[in-house]
């Protein structure tokens, strides 16, 4: 990580034109404030092949993914709640066999060509068991998965 923190710092001094602050390419910064001119408090990061764009919107945890050109492929919207989703959603869930667990996180995860998810991860009371619901907004549940020992298990690698 220290090298590739070099690298970009030594990038950016030689062609200071083509960076901005926060280690992402000019093209990604400009595309985020074209999609949130009001964005403020920008952490970036990077997961595979993409730029991270995470920032507080509207009271909630925002993280877009843009390739290094400047194209967004994901959105994410961290509700953290069962407030926010849509009724389909949360009729499945309490109709669900994981209905009795507690709700840990609840992402919106949106993307420029295919239909949003939504994402419910989930713990068995007192056992470190977690799962991943993965919801049309519709209340199709998609996909179930054990995350239990993963970190990142709504990042690009799920999704893209």
């Known amino acids: 990580m220290k090298q590739l923190q070099t690298f970009l710092l030594l990038f950016c001094m030689t062609l200071p034109q083509l960076c901005r602050a926060d280690w992402a390419p000019v093209a990604v910064q400009d595309s985020l404030k074209a999609l ?33 050109s400047g194209r967004w492929v994901m ?27 507690q709700v840990l996180d609840v992402v919106w995860v949106e993307f420029p060509h295919w239909q949003p998810l939504v994402s419910v991860t989930v713990g068995e009371q007192n056992l470190d068991t977690q799962m991943q619901l993965i919801y049309t907004p519709n209340g199709r549940l998609l996909r179930v998965r054990n995350v239990t020992n993963q970190s990142d298990f709504l990042g690009a690698s799920t999704f893209l």
């Open 36 to 68: 949130y001119p009001q964005a403020d408090g920008v952490a970036w990061s990077h997961d595979e092949a993409y730029y991270v764009a995470d920032f507080p919107f509207d009271g909630f945890d925002v993280r877009i993914w843009f390739t290094d």
């Open 75 to 101: 959105k994410q919207t961290d509700w953290q709640v069962m407030d926010e989703v849509p009724s389909a959603v949360y009729n499945a869930f309490a109709a669900g066999e994981y209905a009795s667990w």
